[in-house]
């Protein structure tokens, strides 16, 4: 926010507290010192540095695993359940009042949307930090149906996105981001959502140190979370088919005390049919290998799939290949004739221990049928090995087993308390 565009005023004018002690409040909101603080309209807004996933003190950040509480939150997601929550969201846009949402910095562009992100300072919410996605109205049309009609071929469907997002908010889905609303003026619309204050996964993935013991053991607590919240997803009935670094956001809460946790974002692609056909998603380079076959496909082991390029990204900083589009990709191809996951300088993953190379190698199988499963209930009568029997993570897989499904007695417990598990 730009002093001169508002109207300042004394913080003591205004406020009860005096200008420490507001700072000491934003502090703690979202885990920075401010530069200055001011008022608009008898809510403080704070001017500061950007707090992303290099600024973070702690390293390794701790991680906090949350599991379901209730048994409800569970309920599989039908595609009725779905298309009425597009409908509610785009039935229920307010109007975008700018002054409302004091611009801080961009965030990144929202390509397949044809817009970006920006992150402000809600007034509407008290003075909150929030995401805003920023999308033309010639792109989002009134409605899902309408957009349907006017871009049939897409593969991304921004209504899909906020009415799985507003779903996964009402069944308690905590690694998401919150709908907070969303707005719309004569050229735009606006959907807000709570922030994710740590970056993304992508920025997560360049840090030291490089592949090895180290960096593996800083991994771990991470992967398990991202592979519980992708599992979780699936037994809502919902396959994601966009899992990338990107996509992938990371985040605490420095007011409650809770450690890292990520978000999954961007649900423009998902599914709830378990089974497509023609159907490619993705980045080019996560595409499992059967997005591009005739057959129909397990939307499911193609998470598992782009998973598995996602860990790679993890490990040895860098993609393992440009794309999995048959013949246009010399890297991949020499994946499929040779089985070797080699760096993205064509290296053997120097580093890697034997237990993360097992689990890369199940995660990224050409034939889905041998693939590694997240330990879904849909799988169970197959008896498929899954991602938590790999000795790489090992305690974790072990506990997580014994909690799915979920003992009675935790459905007594606080919606909200986390589920510390050992790693």
Do not use: N, Y
């Given at each position: 926010a730009r002093g001169a565009a508002m109207n300042w005023r004394s913080p003591l004018e205004a406020c009860r507290r005096s200008l420490a002690e507001q700072a000491a409040l934003v502090k703690c909101d979202i885990g920075c010192d401010p530069q200055s603080l001011g008022v608009q309209n008898n809510v403080t807004c704070a001017i500061m540095p950007w707090c992303g996933i290099d600024d973070m003190g702690e390293w390794p950040p701790p991680i906090d695993m949350r599991l379901p509480d209730w048994e409800d939150d569970m309920r599989p997601v039908s595609q009725e359940e779905l298309e009425e929550s597009m409908a509610t969201v785009s039935n229920s846009i307010r109007p975008w009042e700018p002054d409302s949402f004091i611009h801080v910095r961009h965030l990144q562009d929202a390509l397949g949307n044809h817009g970006f992100v920006e992150m402000r300072q809600s007034?509407?919410?008290?003075?909150?930090?929030?995401?805003?996605?920023s999308m033309p109205n010639r792109w989002v049309s009134v409605g899902h149906e309408e957009f349907r009609q006017r871009y049939p071929l897409s593969p991304e469907f921004p209504w899909v996105d906020l009415g799985i997002l507003r779903l996964l908010n009402q069944r308690r889905f905590p690694y998401t981001c919150d709908l907070l609303g969303v707005f719309g003026d004569s050229n735009s619309t606006f959907a807000v959502m709570s922030l994710a204050r740590c970056g993304d996964l992508l920025s997560w993935s360049a840090r030291p140190p490089a592949l090895g013991p180290e960096r593996e053991e800083i991994m771990k607590a991470i992967v398990a979370q991202i592979f519980l919240a992708v599992r979780w997803l699936h037994e809502l009935g919902i396959a994601h088919r966009d899992l990338s670094p990107e996509n992938i956001l990371m985040t605490d809460d420095t007011a409650e005390g809770v450690g890292m946790q990520i978000r999954l974002v961007d649900f423009g692609m998902a599914t709830t049919r378990r089974w497509c056909q023609r159907e490619v998603r993705?980045?080019?380079?996560?595409?499992?290998?059967?997005?591009?076959?005739q057959e129909p496909y397990d939307a499911?082991?193609?998470?598992?799939?782009?998973?598995?390029?996602?860990?790679?990204?993890?490990?040895?900083?860098?993609?393992?290949?440009?794309?999995?589009r048959p013949g246009a990709c010399a890297r991949f191809g020499q994946f499929v004739a040779s089985r070797r996951l080699m760096s993205s300088s064509g290296d053997p993953l120097a580093g890697?221990?034997?237990?993360?190379?097992?689990?890369?190698?199940?995660?990224?199988?050409?034939?889905?049928r041998q693939r590694l499963t997240l330990g879904e209930a849909f799988f169970a009568e197959e008896d498929r090995a899954s991602v938590w029997g790999v000795a790489w993570l090992g305690d974790v897989g072990e506990v997580v087993d014994q909690r799915w499904p979920w003992p009675g007695s935790i459905a007594s417990e606080a919606v909200t308390k986390a589920a510390h598990l050992p790693f």
């Open positions: 007034l509407l919410h008290g003075g909150r930090f929030v995401a805003v996605k993705g980045k080019e380079g996560f595409q499992a290998p059967e997005m591009h076959g499911l082991l193609t998470d598992a799939f782009q998973l598995g390029v996602l860990l790679f990204i993890m490990a040895a900083r860098g993609r393992p290949w440009a794309t999995t890697c221990s034997a237990a993360l190379l097992t689990l890369l190698e199940g995660l990224l199988q050409l034939d889905p």
